[in-house]
């Protein structure tokens, strides 16, 4: 599923950029006052962009934990055809979940603009090793373990360009996940092998 899910993020981001062109657009914006602790520089706009981290996860916790459609997309993960026996209208899920996805990635899409002043078809080439890092990391197939992956990649990549030359931070994440599948294939959430 990884190998398809890859080929189609390039399908869809090449036949995107030939139809839009392979022009990026840029803009300045102010990033506000910044912040120094030891070697770590924030401005203000990266804790607006930390805050809505923390929002949105939390959100999701909420969504999964609490409610009935959070449920309802948990049973539908786990058995699909059991959740529709149960009387789950399992095809609506799957939709508001496509849609849900949809949102964060709007959500995600939005942040990289704005951290970044500049996008085109293909600025989130340079991610999608530490998005499968972060999803590995934290076990596949698990909500909370992507979010976990996530954070503890995004401190090590982040916290190791503050010591290490920041060109590197794809390798810290490659590394880090080459370590934790050394150590525990079934990722922080996952199974243990």
Same mark, same amino acid.
């Given at each position: ?128 090793? !530490? %998005?499968?890092? /972060? *999803?590995? #990391? ?6 909370? $373990?992507?979010? +976990? &992956? @996530? ?19 794809? !390798? %810290?994440?490659? /590394? *880090?996940? #080459? ?6 294939? $079934?990722?922080? +959430? &996952? @199974?243990?092998?």
């Amino acid at each position: 599923m990884v190998i398809v899910s890859l080929g189609m993020t390039l399908i869809i981001e090449f036949g995107l950029q030939a139809i839009v062109g392979g022009t990026n657009v840029s803009y300045t914006m102010s990033q506000g006052p910044t912040v120094r602790a030891g070697g770590l520089v924030l401005t203000a706009v990266q804790f607006v962009i930390i805050g809505l981290a923390l929002v949105v996860m939390a959100a999701v916790h909420v969504l999964l934990r609490y409610t009935k459609l959070g449920k309802a997309m948990r049973a539908t993960a786990a058995n699909r055809s059991l959740a529709r026996n149960c009387g789950i209208r399992t095809d609506r899920i799957v939709t508001v979940t496509w849609a849900l996805t949809g949102a964060l990635c709007g959500i995600a899409g939005t942040v990289f603009a704005i951290n970044n002043g500049s996008f085109g078809a293909t600025s989130a080439d340079l991610f999608l090793v !530490v %998005i499968l890092a /972060a *999803v590995f #990391l934290g076990g596949p197939g698990q909500a909370y $373990g992507a979010m +976990l &992956g @996530a954070v503890v990649i995004g401190l090590a990549t982040e916290i190791s360009a503050a010591y290490i030359t920041p060109s590197y931070k794809d !390798v %810290i994440a490659f /590394a *880090v996940l #080459l370590v934790m599948m050394a150590v525990r294939p $079934g990722g922080l +959430l &996952g @199974a243990a092998a």
